[in-house]
């Protein structure tokens, strides 16, 4: 404790379960008297230590590196050995703490990550390299500054599934690989080393790519400025630029993309028709008739907004940028 720090009382709720001895799911209260800059961690463990030595959790490092001790403070997946007590109860007046969500609970605040990690091996997260020329044995490979670079804030990740807790699309669906996943992914499309820039944007264009809701949760629990919603959004660029529109989600993308600067507003029957093809818009047809009885001025096409033509400044500025990188 720094000499001139006051300690403040700490109320902890607590997450407890232990499905092996049967109960529900319940929160156990606690309150120590801790100096406001003290981890969360800290408070935990002195819980354990000297109240109740049955509260189960993970850590390790205790240094924001292992990533081991991640879990919902206020309902924000954060590393409980980086988050200090007196904000949170600044903010909340208590400090509540959960599991991480979209994980199994096996007992208290310990997840079972193995859907965490199966999602992350179907990334294929390692260098796939040419047989036929394989990387020169017990030597250094070289790259460049600027091809380092473009790995942007990947390499700090530490794997703490923070942004997979936080994520919604991994809640609402299976079949969403995660943010931490993706953006390992995207480290491996970039690396000049790996061979397989093409089939990894193929396979992934079908396999959830395009279930990211756009949200951003997971950059904002990223306890490293990973930003893995900036590196899926990289990854859906880079498979339209190397494939085009091969289904739904990447055809929607570009159809928004052509209606914006057309326009500078959607027309929602074009935005379908450009999606789905024609099928896709019969199939459609029963609702937009429901949608034209009741508002039919959202079925008819939009006029041109106004200042259109500083929309199209921004468009072809974007696309001179895109120009001069490649």
């Given at each position: 404790?720094f000499a001139?720090?006051?300690?403040?009382?700490?109320?902890?709720?607590?997450?407890?379960?232990?499905?092996?001895?049967?109960?529900?799911p319940?929160?156990?209260?606690?309150?120590?008297?801790?100096?406001?800059?003290?981890?969360?961690?800290?408070?935990?463990?002195?819980?354990?230590?000297?109240?109740?030595p049955?509260?189960?959790?993970?850590?390790?490092?205790?240094?924001?590196i292992?990533?081991?001790?991640a879990?919902?403070?206020?309902?924000?997946?954060?590393?409980?050995?980086?988050?200090?007590?007196?904000?949170?109860?600044?903010?909340?007046?208590?400090?509540?703490?959960?599991?991480?969500?979209?994980?199994?609970?096996?007992?208290?605040?310990?997840?079972?990550?193995?859907?965490?990690?199966?999602?992350?091996?179907?990334?294929?997260?390692?260098?796939?390299?040419?047989?036929?020329?394989?990387?020169?044995?017990?030597?250094?490979?070289?790259?460049?500054?600027?091809?380092?670079?473009?790995?942007?804030?990947?390499?700090?990740?530490?794997?703490?599934?923070?942004?997979?807790?936080?994520?919604?699309?991994v809640?609402?669906?299976?079949?969403?690989?995660?943010?931490m996943?993706?953006?390992?992914?995207?480290?491996?499309?970039?690396?000049?080393?790996?061979?397989?820039?093409?089939?990894r944007?193929?396979?992934?264009q079908?396999?959830g790519?395009?279930?990211?809701?756009?949200?951003?949760?997971?950059?904002?629990?990223?306890?490293k400025?990973?930003?893995?919603?900036?590196?899926?959004?990289?990854?859906?660029?880079?498979a339209?630029?190397?494939q085009?529109?091969t289904e739904?989600?990447?055809?929607?993308?570009?159809g928004?993309?052509?209606n914006?600067e057309?326009?500078?507003?959607?027309?929602?029957?074009?935005?379908?028709?450009?999606?789905?093809?024609?099928?896709g818009?019969?199939?459609?047809?029963?609702?937009?008739?429901?949608?034209?009885?009741?508002?039919?001025?959202?079925?008819?096409?939009p006029?041109?907004?106004?200042?259109?033509?500083?929309?199209?400044?921004?468009?072809s500025?974007?696309?001179d940028?895109?120009?001069?990188?490649?």
């Amino acid at each position: 404790m720094f000499a001139d720090e006051k300690l403040i009382t700490v109320p902890f709720d607590v997450y407890r379960y232990d499905p092996a001895h049967g109960g529900e799911p319940r929160y156990q209260h606690y309150e120590l008297r801790l100096a406001p800059h003290t981890p969360i961690l800290t408070g935990l463990l002195r819980i354990r230590d000297e109240m109740d030595p049955t509260l189960t959790l993970r850590y390790s490092c205790r240094s924001a590196i292992c990533g081991s001790c991640a879990m919902l403070v206020n309902s924000k997946s954060r590393l409980a050995c980086h988050t200090p007590v007196g904000p949170e109860v600044k903010e909340h007046g208590r400090i509540v703490v959960d599991p991480m969500r979209n994980q199994p609970i096996l007992r208290d605040l310990v997840v079972d990550q193995q859907p965490f990690w199966s999602r992350y091996e179907k990334m294929e997260p390692h260098l796939i390299l040419d047989p036929k020329h394989p990387m020169p044995e017990g030597q250094t490979t070289a790259m460049s500054p600027a091809q380092v670079e473009r790995f942007k804030e990947t390499p700090r990740c530490i794997s703490c599934a923070a942004c997979f807790s936080a994520c919604p699309a991994v809640e609402a669906d299976p079949a969403f690989p995660g943010p931490m996943a993706l953006a390992k992914l995207y480290r491996f499309v970039v690396d000049p080393r790996d061979t397989a820039q093409t089939h990894r944007l193929q396979k992934i264009q079908t396999e959830g790519l395009w279930l990211c809701l756009r949200c951003h949760l997971c950059t904002e629990a990223c306890p490293k400025d990973v930003r893995p919603s900036e590196r899926i959004r990289d990854l859906k660029e880079l498979a339209v630029q190397a494939q085009g529109g091969t289904e739904a989600g990447s055809r929607h993308a570009i159809g928004f993309l052509h209606n914006i600067e057309e326009r500078g507003t959607l027309n929602e029957l074009k935005l379908v028709r450009q999606t789905s093809g024609i099928g896709g818009l019969a199939a459609s047809l029963p609702q937009g008739v429901r949608i034209w009885r009741k508002k039919p001025e959202l079925t008819q096409s939009p006029p041109p907004i106004e200042g259109l033509d500083q929309v199209k400044k921004i468009y072809s500025t974007l696309k001179d940028d895109k120009s001069e990188e490649s």
